[in-house]
């Protein structure tokens, strides 16, 4: 027997000796592979349900970059297969770039760079943290990192918990090095590039969801499209704020994450980040205007993107960040403004809101398009669009400096109806929140909910109003109803009511309209607001102003005894809380000159003409253009009328004329042309005058040349006479 | 708010910001305004207000008084005497009170108040001679001015003295200007549109409109000089040098006719319209926008062509 032949059944004896180990073994290996799979696919699912919390209308914003649904479809139970078992390995953040399936990559986005910085800085494992342990009772996570738990089963992952941190409190600048060090990483700009996109877009929808359930903002329903909820436009700043309140809420403990020093660092980091509570909502406009995106073009905001090309941030937005931020920065509304001419023709336009202090011209920017803004008074001027329907329905966001280096924002969230109504501070409807009782409104809705919104307000009682369509400059794909005037109180539906804006409620109000208002509630004497009750009314209700009992008058409003006389006047419903207050103030009486314009020796205002006193002495005449040579009683005066293609010249001489001679007496026709005589001013003897000589001249010449005095009188000759022997005398004296 | 109710709140107020008018101006009803000229065409309704306000003499914008904003000129008379009989043109801020007690004063006079589009009604007194006027003027405690045509044109100055006005270097750069060149051919004066570039080319001399935001500004070249002054004063400048006639003035119907884009600098085109108190009519000549200002004597139509360097058609 060969050495072959004889090692032949020892190899099978050990086969079978080993197969049951190997069995073992195997099966070992096998379990966790499946229980980390299961894990994986709890995970999943968990994160799927805090996504949707995320983006639930009353649920925690996200950072934009923070992409988790794209990170969890990508794979990440596949990643986890091929980890090299339970050992924990130290991970380089570049390492676990170049490969996708590190688990680095679980978390993606900026949220993802940052930990993968943390990690190599760190240089502990972060795989090693895959149970979770007792933690002090205060300290447990939130109820929804509770449910994720209990969803992952017995072994809530890290990255799990670790994602849900990073959504709640990315971090800002406690971790801004190591960010911007990963960052720096070219490995790390490709996977934020590639990670960028819808789900960033979509992290911006979740900062501007509706806080809470009534599914409104100030003027209507939020538009039901999902469109409406995916970007940052729709967030007014109520609701940003409302939002962030919710952050708050959802906020993990301090420390209540898991046991581990990676978790709980990261935890901590967050805590650090986050801001006092005191700061304003604000600040979030503020934290996106500062960092204008390449890709932001203003058009289409609220549609989904492709993801951009573009450089990743240096530092994250989270909205955390925004509690921090100094509170100047201005949020402000874009009101929709329609305006009709005396042929029922309508002009839409935006009316972007203006607070007292800002400045009078701002440069705006929305999108790739530059605007300038020109103040009003409470509003800057109004903007016209050419597709003002697709504004109206995707909204529209400006942002500017202002001089004193505050960012503004202006906002309209778009939507598809829209309540209008006059309003004291601006002219034609304006947009408001909803149908008042009682008061006339234009409505705008989108064509296909037209059904819906008639049927609201049949139920609101409005009848008799009229439809405006394309024809009459309501854009495409709208439809616009003036006249709507409600009567019936509609209670909203339970939740989130899509028609809330076209149901009325039935408050009382006090309105004041016309007139001619001064200055806030102050109107002018002569020209009263007129009152006007306006909510349910089907109950008597008594209105006193200043103590006496209102009545109406023939155009519906209220009258007292000396609602419109000068002073401080109260409006109030007897046994309501409800009440207003305005002045009558009475116009000046005097009103002081002062010059506008300055010309030579006269000031201008208005028609007036202030004529200075060094030039008192200059009179007004009008002589004929034959005779344009004009002389004084005094040797010397002389004024050559300019000339003009008309039959009389008249204008300011700067002395009393003696005489009109022709332009040039020596050479005119002696048939026709005459001297006219304007006074009879004897002549005054000559005192130490220099330039009489053509004075003189003219004299002489006209008297060589024979003109007759066209009026001549016996006076009027021996004057003539005399001013001719004086001009002769000058003239010789003077050689 | 109609104009009326405008002018006795701009009265009331006295002074303000040009936002502040402009937020005024935003409740106006518009059911009166009709088109403007081609010249003011694409004007907004504030605009338009505002050139209507200052030339009836209402209201002074950015005077050196007021600043940048606006400010209210006191009521003033403004009488002008043609064929015996004298009329009064009630000018400046407008109260209601005050409106009454020269309407009560005026009633054995002819009052008139004659409404306008874009503007506030036009308040006219009619007397037999201007001594009238100006008592009356003096015991309702309001300014008068006599002759106010004649006296307000004799003092201004021609439009061939532009050693006054800056000189400024026209931009060199910028994306949003839209450069124009004023160009005159023949029977032909348009504005040309050219790039900055060339506007700036050396050598290159007229008038040129450079417009940012719907503001435009005027610079003349001439010689080595850039000079910036108002658009009218530039084209009439132009014109001058040019020997261009562009008055045509009527004696028979008394009427002055100019093309809209000709429309005379703010002061002289007040002289005009305070001859009637309307401001020009409004027509179309051949297809072009024309302005007519009525009731205006030969010695203020001759007046007008010497501020204007013209001689009239």
């Known amino acids: 027997m060969t050495k072959k032949n004889r090692m032949t059944p020892l190899f099978i004896l050990a086969a079978i000796v080993a197969a049951p180990v190997v069995f073992w073994f195997v ?17 999943a699912t968990t994160s799927s349900g805090e996504v949707e919390l995320e983006t639930s209308p009353s649920e925690v914003p996200r950072p934009p970059e923070s992409s988790v649904l794209v990170a969890e479809e990508e794979g990440a139970p596949a990643k986890l297969e091929e980890l090299p078992s339970e050992t924990p390995q130290p991970v380089d953040a570049a390492q676990s770039l170049d490969k996708p399936e590190s688990n680095i990559s679980l978390i993606q986005g900026d949220a993802a760079i940052l930990d993968a910085a943390h990690v190599e800085n760190n240089n502990s494992s972060v795989i090693e943290i895959t149970e979770p342990s007792v933690m002090p009772e205060d300290d447990r996570p939130t109820e929804h990192q509770a449910a994720a738990a209990a969803v992952a089963g017995a072994e809530p992952e890290t990255s799990q918990v670790y994602t849900t941190t990073v959504v709640l409190f990315p971090a800002d600048n406690v971790r801004a090095d190591e960010t911007e060090e990963a960052l720096a990483r070219p490995e790390v700009k490709q996977s934020a590039e590639l990670q960028a996109g819808p789900a960033g877009v979509q992290s911006e929808a979740d900062i501007c969801e509706e806080p809470d359930g009534a599914g409104t903002e100030e003027n209507g329903p939020i538009a039901p499209s999902p469109q409406v909820s995916d970007d940052v436009p729709f967030l007014s700043p109520a609701e940003t704020f409302a939002g962030h309140q919710e952050t708050i809420a959802h906020d993990p403990p301090a420390s209540g994450e898991p046991e581990t020093q990676h978790v709980a ?38 549609l989904y993107r492709p993801p951009p090309q573009r450089a990743p941030r240096q530092t994250p ?32 336009r935006l009316l972007p809101e203006r607070m007292a202090e800002m400045d009078n ?39 500017g400096l202002l001089a004193d280096h505050r960012r503004a924002r202006w906002l309209l969230t778009g939507r598809d109806i829209y309540i209008l109504a006059n309003q004291q501070r601006a002219s034609g409807f304006v947009s408001t929140t909803r149908l008042v009782l009682g008061r006339s409104h234009v409505v705008l809705c989108a064509a296909e909910l037209l059904p819906q919104v008639e049927a609201a307000l049949k139920d ?5 109003y009229t439809k405006l369509d394309q024809a009459h400059g309501i854009p495409s794909g709208w439809i616009g109803l003036r006249g709507v005037t409600p009567s019936i109180a509609v209670p909203l539906e339970p939740g989130i009511d899509a028609f809330y804006a076209v149901k009325p409620a039935p408050d009382i109000e006090i309105e004041f309209e016309g007139g001619v208002c001064l200055r806030n509630s102050i109107w002018l004497a002569g020209f009263p607001p007129r009152i006007k009750l306006l909510g349910d009314i089907s109950a008597p209700v008594k209105v006193l102003i200043d103590g006496k009992e209102a009545v109406a008058a023939g155009d519906g409003s209220l009258v007292g005894d000396g609602y419109d006389q000068p002073g401080q006047h109260l409006v109030y419903c007897e046994g309501l809380s409800c009440s207003r207050s305005y002045s009558i103030e009475d116009p000046p009486d005097v009103w002081e000159e002062w010059p506008a314009y300055h010309f030579g020796q006269a000031e201008i205002c208005g028609p007036r003409v202030h004529i200075l006193p060094q030039a008192a002495g200059w009179r007004i005449l009008s002589v004929p253009m034959s005779n344009p040579l004009l002389l004084g009683a005094e040797p010397g005066q002389i004024f050559r009328c300019s000339p003009r ?66 009026n001549a009188s016996s006076d009027g000759t021996v004057l003539w006479k005399e001013y001719k022997k004086a001009a002769r005398n000058l003239r010789r004296a003077a050689r | 708010m109609t104009p009326n109710e405008l002018l006795l709140w701009l009265s009331a107020r006295k002074a303000g910001s040009w936002s502040q008018f402009r937020g005024a101006v935003a409740h106006l009803d518009l059911a009166s305004s009709t088109p403007e000229p081609e010249e003011d065409a694409g004007q907004h309704l504030h605009q338009r207000v505002r050139f209507n306000l200052e030339r009836l003499g209402h209201i002074e914008f950015g005077a050196e008084e007021s600043g940048e904003g606006w400010r209210v000129v006191p009521p ?35 009052f008139e108040r004659v409404p306008h589009p874009d503007c506030p009604d036009v308040l006219r007194i009619h007397a037999p001679n201007s001594q009238i006027l100006i008592d009356l003027a003096q015991q309702e405690g309001i300014s008068c001015q006599a002759d106010t045509p004649t006296v307000l044109l004799s003092h201004l100055p021609s439009v061939d003295s532009i050693k006054g006005w800056n000189r400024a270097p026209m931009p060199v750069a910028g994306n949003d200007w839209d450069v124009e060149q004023f160009v005159v051919e023949r029977k032909t004066m348009k504005w040309r549109t050219i790039t900055l570039q060339e506007a700036n080319a050396p050598g290159v001399q007229g008038l040129f409109r450079i417009t940012r935001f719907q503001r435009p500004q005027y610079f003349l070249r001439e010689g080595r000089e850039t000079i910036k002054l108002p658009g009218p004063v530039a084209k009439y400048y132009t014109l001058f040098r040019l020997r261009r006639r562009v008055l045509k003035y009527d004696r028979k119907e008394r009427s ?27 027509s179309n000549v051949r297809g072009r926008p024309t302005l007519t200002y009525r009731d205006i004597p030969e010695e203020v139509a001759g007046m007008t062509a010497e501020v204007l360097k013209q001689d009239l058609i």
């Open chain 1, 27 to 43: 099966r070992r290996r096998a379990k966790p592979r499946a229980v980390k799979e299961n894990t994986e696919a709890a995970s």
């Open chain 1, 317 to 348: 937005r989270p909205v955390t960040q925004s509690l921090s931020r100094s509170t100047s920065d201005l949020a402000l509304d874009i009101r929709v403004q329609v305006r009709f001419d005396r042929f029922g023709f309508c002009e839409i």
């Open chain 1, 265 to 302: 660092a990261y935890t901590a980091m967050a805590l650090t980040v986050s801001p006092p509570p005191e700061a304003g909502f604000a600040q979030v406009l503020s934290s996106e205007i500062g960092e204008p995106s390449e890709g932001d073009t203003g058009e289409g905001q609220h």
């Open chain 2, 76 to 110: 003033t008379l403004a009488l002008f005497h043609y064929d015996g009989r004298a009329t009064g043109i009630l000018c400046g801020a407008r109260a209601l009170p005050l409106l009454e007690r020269i309407e009560r004063a005026a009633n054995e006079l002819a």
């Open chain 1, 460 to 464: 609101a009682g409005c009848q008799g």
């Open chain 2, 256 to 282: 002055l006719t100019l093309l809209a884009i000709f429309r005379p600098p703010l002061l002289t085109e007040r002289g005009l319209i305070l001859c009637s108190g309307f401001p020009p009519s409004v």
């Open chain 1, 645 to 710: 293609s008309v039959k009389n010249w008249k204008g300011f001489v700067p002395f009393d004329v003696v005489w009109a001679l022709p332009a040039h007496p020596y050479i005119c026709d002696k048939k026709t042309a005459r001297i006219i005589q304007f006074a009879q001013t004897p002549l005054v003897l000559p005192g130490p005058k220099k330039h009489v000589l053509g004075w003189c001249a003219a004299i002489l010449e006209a008297s060589a040349k024979g003109l007759q005095i066209e």
């Open chain 1, 361 to 399: 011209e701002v440069e705006v920017k929305t999108g790739g398009t530059e605007l300038h803004l020109v103040a009003q008074e409470e509003w800057y001027q109004d903007l016209t669009f050419e597709n003002i329907g697709d504004r109206l329905r995707r909204g529209l966001e400006l942002k």
